[in-house]
């Protein structure tokens, strides 16, 4: 009975080191929980590549002037990024001191650093107009510093992620919002799903269907140990995190 206890045992751990071996790191924001850093910096960039993570997630808002900018929040330091100008916006500095930065410097920043992966989340915009004039100039931009073959594409909004998917059929294109099945994923011609916690916590069975039609599994952001593991266990394929180093460790 205790041989069959210990190789269940040892059986087990085999395949949990597998799932574990398997999941990569995305940092949320860049690794921006860190001294000198700041969300969606290029420190945040940098120092994602300085740990070793998979990829670095950031996000992009098209100006009223039609420019490309990095931030999360919608309104920052009382200034939205959407009704904005890009003079306007530019004399935003983030919490490391910073300037705000556009697209084109953000891209460019990762040119010396060429084994981080990119995830760029394309922010929902006003109308779909606006997001298909965004989502061309951003492939333009991708173009423009040879990044395509190392980058992710993410958005909330199925028009933007349908907008990607005609311009670079090629490229993993990722829907945000929870609300989709994966077999409807698979119809759009997406690569996946990338779910909030709250949703494959709902949606456990997600995983598993994802992965039998083909698709690629992300889950964000999930910065606590336990929801890590849980994540790990379910057999995800990417965990986007504010705290990489942790999962880091975790996982070794």
């Keep these: ?134 989502a061309q100039k951003i492939v333009k931009a991708l173009k423009k510093y040879k990044l395509l073959n190392r980058t992710d594409i993410i958005a909330f909004s199925i028009n933007a992620c349908l907008a990607f998917k005609k311009l670079l059929p090629d490229t993993k294109i990722y829907y945000l919002d929870g609300d989709l099945s994966p077999r409807k994923i698979k119809n759009l011609g997406l690569a996946g799903i990338d779910y909030s916690m709250n949703a494959l916590r709902q949606h456990p069975e997600w995983v598993e269907e994802s992965h039998k039609l083909g698709l690629e599994v992300n889950v964000w952001t999930v910065n606590k140990e336990e929801d890590m593991k849980y994540f790990i266990e379910l057999g995800v394929d990417i965990i986007t995190t504010d705290q990489p180093e942790e999962l880091q460790k975790l996982l070794r």
């Design 1 to 134: 009975m205790t041989k069959k206890i210990t190789f269940f045992a040892l059986l087990w751990l085999a395949v949990f080191s597998v799932s574990q071996a398997q999941v990569k790191v995305v940092a949320h924001r860049g690794y921006w929980k860190v001294a000198g850093s700041a969300q969606n910096s290029l420190a945040a960039f940098a120092k994602a590549d300085s740990i070793g993570a998979f990829g670095s997630e950031f996000d992009v808002w098209m100006t009223a002037d039609g420019k490309l900018v990095v931030n999360h929040d919608g309104t920052f330091k009382g200034v939205s990024m959407e009704k904005g100008t890009l003079s306007e916006i530019r004399k935003i500095r983030l919490d490391n001191g910073e300037q705000l930065p556009t697209l084109d410097e953000y891209l460019k920043s990762m040119l010396n650093k060429p084994n981080t992966r990119v995830v760029l989340e394309m922010k929902s915009l006003s109308n779909l107009s606006r997001e298909d004039e965004a």
